[in-house]
């Protein structure tokens, strides 16, 4: 009972992350306007980076050679699914951006099989299915599904796959995490993974500014001074420090499932302060995300308690 609790606990906390991921599509949205794309990753990461800094110097007296690899390995990761999903966005549309993101939920249990040798439950499996087939449909912004095929299947390009890439790369995170938050301290490697990320964006805005693909610019304004801080804070800080302390709670793919809420959330957010529409197919799709979690917490539940009753007999 105690550690059903606990794993409520973690997944709420991965539930209101999502949230917060969720409310950064529009404020990145309204602030690219204004600042080149890696640039702004960079800062974003830098700033979270600063922040945590004295905490680490409290808390962390050594920081063990392997948590520094580890930590390194997380933060090119992760920088590699920002640079995609961002870069990838200047030659896409949303629309097919948005569904590329969300196959990650498919490719967590595959790392999680070969990189883990863990199989996931079939409730997990099922609930999996019905997210993607809710991506599907919250990603339809025509009058058909056929419409959103022809859209994702027409002029497969260079940001597509970019785009698709980095979920890939985002669902190879995921695991990592699962993995490497469980043997190592939590503030090393936290700081180190921010840090890494930052570096690498921040070189990397440099280099296409460099060799002309993406011109360095930033103008100080509202929009982008809020997109940071919120970016920085929230989506950064907070969130990912809750990643690596809670996500090694749950399984890889239920926390892949979580995650797939994001898109629900960013509709949310995109309804109540841009007063964008959803459509029928949005409204479906995301209520087939919902039935997909409460379908893997269901089979989790009912399977926990047949082992516990087992078990006492």
């Given at each position: 009972m105690i550690n059903r609790l606990k794993e409520l606990k973690a997944e709420a906390?991965?539930?209101?992350?999502?949230?917060?991921?969720?409310?950064?599509?529009?404020l990145t949205k309204n602030a690219l306007n204004d600042i080149s794309s890696m640039l702004y990753v960079g800062i974003r990461f830098s700033i979270a980076a600063s922040v945590l800094l004295p905490l680490v110097f409290h808390f962390e007296k050594k920081i063990e050679k392997k948590a520094l690899w580890h930590g390194m390995i997380l933060g090119f990761f992760l920088y590699l699914g920002f640079f995609g999903q961002t870069y990838g966005l200047r030659f896409t549309s949303a629309t097919k951006s948005g569904f590329l993101t969300g196959t990650l939920v498919v490719f967590i249990p595959i790392f999680a099989i070969f990189i883990k040798k863990k199989y996931p439950s079939i409730g997990a499996i099922i609930g999996t299915v019905i997210v993607f087939i809710g991506i599907i449909f919250l990603s339809t912004s025509g009058n058909s599904l056929a419409s959103f095929f022809e859209e994702v299947g027409r002029d497969f390009n260079f940001?597509?796959?970019?785009?698709?890439?980095?979920?890939?790369?985002?669902?190879?995170?995921?695991?990592?995490?699962?993995?490497?938050?469980?043997?190592?301290?939590?503030?090393?490697?936290?700081?180190?993974?921010?840090?890494?990320?930052?570096?690498l964006s921040l070189i990397t805005a440099f280099v296409l500014s460099v060799t002309r693909i993406e011109l360095l610019y930033i103008n100080i304004n509202f929009d982008v001074v809020?997109?940071?801080?919120?970016?920085?804070?929230?989506?950064?800080?907070?969130?990912?420090?809750?990643?690596?302390?809670?996500?090694?709670?749950?399984?890889?793919?239920?926390?892949?499932?979580?995650?797939?809420?994001?898109?629900?959330?960013?509709?949310?957010?995109?309804?109540?302060?841009?007063?964008?529409?959803?459509?029928?197919?949005?409204?479906?799709?995301?209520?087939?995300?919902?039935?997909?979690?409460?379908?893997?917490?269901?089979?989790?539940?009912?399977?926990?308690?047949?082992?516990?009753?087992?078990?006492?007999?």
């Open positions: 906390i991965l539930f209101l992350m999502t949230i917060i991921w969720g409310g950064t599509f529009i940001g597509d796959q970019l785009t698709l890439l980095a979920a890939i790369i985002f669902a190879l995170h995921v695991v990592l995490i699962d993995i490497y938050s469980s043997i190592h301290k939590f503030w090393s490697l936290f700081f180190i993974q921010l840090t890494t990320t930052a570096i809020t997109a940071l801080l919120y970016t920085a804070l929230l989506a950064t800080l907070f969130n990912i420090g809750m990643q690596l302390k809670y996500q090694k709670v749950v399984t890889p793919t239920k926390a892949g499932i979580i995650y797939s809420f994001e898109p629900v959330f960013a509709g949310v957010f995109a309804f109540f302060l841009l007063n964008e529409k959803i459509s029928n197919f949005g409204l479906l799709g995301s209520v087939l995300i919902f039935i997909g979690l409460i379908t893997t917490e269901v089979y989790d539940s009912i399977r926990k308690s047949k082992r516990e009753r087992t078990d006492k007999s």
